[in-house]
């Protein structure tokens, strides 16, 4: 199955993609999104599965004569961003958009759906595709896995975009790709006092400032120089006036690691220096960890596979650097093996900027890409099935 070809349903694609953009729904919103897959799938004849969810939607191709199965994910909620591009299509929801090309990922699988079911009688399995609500909000994985829609799934297989990257390449990489997403909230309570006499309070604003400053050693000093973390403190509230010592301060932030035990180790060390550092100035701190979704750790043998199908597309296999954003993918791949990949769009600005946009000529090259993977990947499995195993899953 090497031939496969978007061209003919390249325009379809477009419109698709144009209609998602210009009717963005946030996480869990995605009721109107819901409603148009399901009507782009029954449209191509593609059965959809009832998994009782109240917006995405399940679908599969193929099984006809038994097999494993795989899983092609696709994310379709939208961000709470007013969009600043300019296109014709552009969003008619004021403060919302997709900023973060989810309508691309949903246009690039429904693609591929239509190529795999134009080609069903030749699976060697079954393809059920997962049109996820909620990533942005890393609850939608969890919410599939729940309804039982990852079982029976040998494989699952996902993507997202890469403005830096150029259409044509694609991403792949074995081992972590993108990083646990945690997020905390410390609470610093002192004793409020007038500012003109300081010595009467614990003032938890200089308690916080010497915190924040604290953290700021712990990938320095206590992660290894060959791994990676980041500590970042994004907010900091505290005080009602001018000339008053408030009695407590707020701050938060996220945490990003690759690795579990660095991830555990950071937190441990984290708890630690907030503590520590408050009791230093006679305060009390509480730390509220706010769960993100794991790393996104690809299986090797996926990622040598797809580099085979995108090689034989003639597409450009490049090696991408980890990015240190999160992706509730991941919560998938602590169920069953799969991959996770880079596809590049050419966009002017990265991820969650009111200016997003991609090169629409990727839609084809996403949808042919998971399709020939999708078709590749039951072929290996049914292979390693059979007797004698693996000498017989060679797929080129």
Request: glycine share 10%.
């Amino acid at each position: 199955m090497s031939d496969f070809s978007a061209e003919s349903i390249e325009q379809q694609l477009v419109a698709i993609r144009r209609q998602l953009h210009e009717h963005p729904e946030l996480s869990h919103e995605e009721y109107e999104t819901t409603a148009s897959i399901r009507g782009w799938l029954t449209d191509a004849g593609i059965r959809i599965i009832d998994y009782g969810l109240k917006t995405g939607v399940i679908a599969e191709v193929g099984g006809l004569q038994g097999g494993p199965t795989v899983a092609v994910r696709a994310d379709i909620d939208a961000l709470p961003i007013q969009e600043e591009t300019g296109l014709s299509f552009a969003s008619k929801i004021p403060g919302k958009m997709h900023a973060c090309g989810h309508d691309f990922h949903t246009a690039s699988i429904l693609g591929t759906a239509f190529l795999l079911k134009e080609r069903e009688q030749e699976l060697h399995g079954t393809v059920r595709f997962l049109f996820q609500p909620a990533e942005e909000k890393a609850k939608g994985a969890g919410q599939l896995i729940a309804s039982g829609a990852l079982k029976g799934v040998d494989a699952v297989f996902g993507m997202h975009n890469k403005p830096d990257l150029p259409v044509g390449a694609i991403g792949i990489k074995g081992g972590p790709l993108m990083a646990a997403a945690d997020g905390f909230v410390v609470e610093v309570e002192g004793r409020g006092s007038h500012a003109a006499v300081p010595e009467a309070g614990l003032d938890p604003i200089v308690t916080s400032a010497h915190i924040i400053t604290a953290l700021q050693s712990i990938v320095s000093r206590s992660v290894s120089a060959l791994d990676s973390a980041v500590v970042s403190v994004t907010r900091l509230h505290a005080g009602t006036a001018w000339n008053i010592i408030s009695d407590k301060a707020v701050f938060d932030g996220t945490l990003r690691t690759f690795d579990e035990q660095v991830r555990s180790k950071v937190r441990e060390r984290f708890e630690q220096v907030v503590n520590g550092v408050a009791a230093a100035f006679a305060t009390k701190a509480q730390v509220k960890w706010i769960e993100g979704p794991p790393a996104v750790v690809n299986d090797q043998k996926w990622a040598d596979q797809a580099a085979v199908t995108a090689e034989a597309l003639g597409f450009t296999v490049v090696s991408p650097a980890p990015s240190p954003a999160g992706e509730d993918f991941a919560f998938y791949l602590k169920e069953t093996e799969g991959l996770f990949v880079f596809l590049g769009t050419a966009g002017p600005q990265e991820w969650h900027h009111p200016a997003f946009d991609l090169d629409e000529k990727a839609l084809p090259i996403a949808a042919t890409f998971f399709a020939k993977l999708a078709s590749d990947a039951l072929r290996k499995l049914a292979a390693e099935s059979l007797p004698g195993g693996r000498q017989h899953s060679e797929i080129v």
